[in-house]
């Protein structure tokens, strides 16, 4: 009977280990869990670790396997092993961008493990999106999280909530929308409709959680989906393949069924950037952050369901770069800061070497090491451009405060301030320290 009792046990723990190996699984009672998250450039960055290492990924639903960038500053400490070379082809002009595929690594998020997850290492160290973020990235999880449990996103206060479909409930909710989910190489996608040059237009959309656009839309005369006279030429946002340019106007109304924008953002990418994407010929477009923050989303792809309710983003107007430029980190600077405390010894001190000279310390002051932003992209004829600044400019100090007291993105969201906030830079140009002044132009106005 013992034997029979403990063969069955044996069995039962077989069982559940061979099942959670397979996808991920939740390590409490309750089967749920919460997550923080850092919001950044309406962006989702959560910690996940790796084969007992913590990393920061975004979470992207528009990718299928994670994939880790910088591989050659990470590979030693994830211990990756089982590989095999691939190539990957992603958004942007360039070409596929070489990885190793690699098996049987261990992923922990928040309480949820899953025991043999791959991943793609990306191991070109000039792939890395941690400049133009500001923070740490170390790369990117989407339908593998997604497919295993029931995710709600909480924009509003920034935490996941992961639980098991089989423990899952619905609440009523009278104010939601809902919508059926479609699925091309496991990306999610929703049927909707957007308002054109006054003309109602149905598209398929992918839900793209990777991307802080508010829309983006392909070009098709045959469907009408093409920009108004208004708009400008810009730099969209970086992809896996290279840079990605288009066109930057203002639609006439997106709809989530009872959900309506007027005048939101929206991208029109060029042709050559998104070659890949239009593989999936039924795709016009993506749905991305600058809109999903704006909703309480609960993501079902057991059941291929989506659900909307607003929150306090609903009415945040839609903005953009009013200045034209993209700022990123480039390293760091030695800065020269004055001390809160400083010793009563007149504040100097004198050495003299074994040479006779003499070195004056002046305790007032330390040097620090503090972060550098780099002007990376500058839109032709706005603002910033005609005012004389360059690609490569260092930028010093904004409206008369030092750089590297704010952070990336706060320095950015001066620049999506109101019509007519100038802006003043001191900037650093290969030694040569220069003044700049501009103006902030809506082009929509």
Known sequence: MKKGLALILLLFCLSNLAYSQGKFVIQNKKRSDKIKFRLI???????VEINGVELSFLLDTGVSKPIIFNFLNVSDTLKIKDTKKIFLRGLG???SVEALKSKNNVF???NAIKLNQDLYAVYDANLNFAPRLGVPIHGILGFDFFKDLIVEINYSHKYLKITEPISYRYKGCRKCERFNLEFYNNKPYINTKVRINNKLIPVKLLIDSG???????????????????????????HGLSGS????????????LKSFVFKKANVAYPDSTS???????TGRNGSLAGNI??????????????????KNGYFQEKFSYNKSGIELAHDGVRFVKERENFVPSNNNLSNETNQNGTRIVFDARYKFSLKP?????ELRIDSPAYRAGLKNGDIVLSINGKPAHQYTLQQIMYMFYDSDGKRIKLRIDRGGIILNYSFLLEDFFK
């Open 211 to 237: 991307g802080s656009d508010a829309l983006w839309l392909f070009e098709d005369d045959s469907l009408g989906i093409v920009s108004n006279n208004k708009y400008f030429e810009d730099f969209l946002g």
């Open 108 to 110: 922990k998020i928040g």
């Open 244 to 255: 990605v340019y288009g066109k930057r106007s203002k639609i006439d109304e997106f709809y």
């Open 292 to 309: 999903l923050k704006r909703f309480n989303i609960i993501m079902d792809y057991r059941n291929a369901i989506v659900t909307f309710k």
């Open 274 to 280: 998104i070659s890949f994407a239009k593989k999936f």
């Open 41 to 47: 450039n309406n962006l989702i960055v959560i910690p």
């Open 372 to 376: 550098a932003y780099a002007i990376v």
């Open 93 to 95: 002009e360039g070409e």
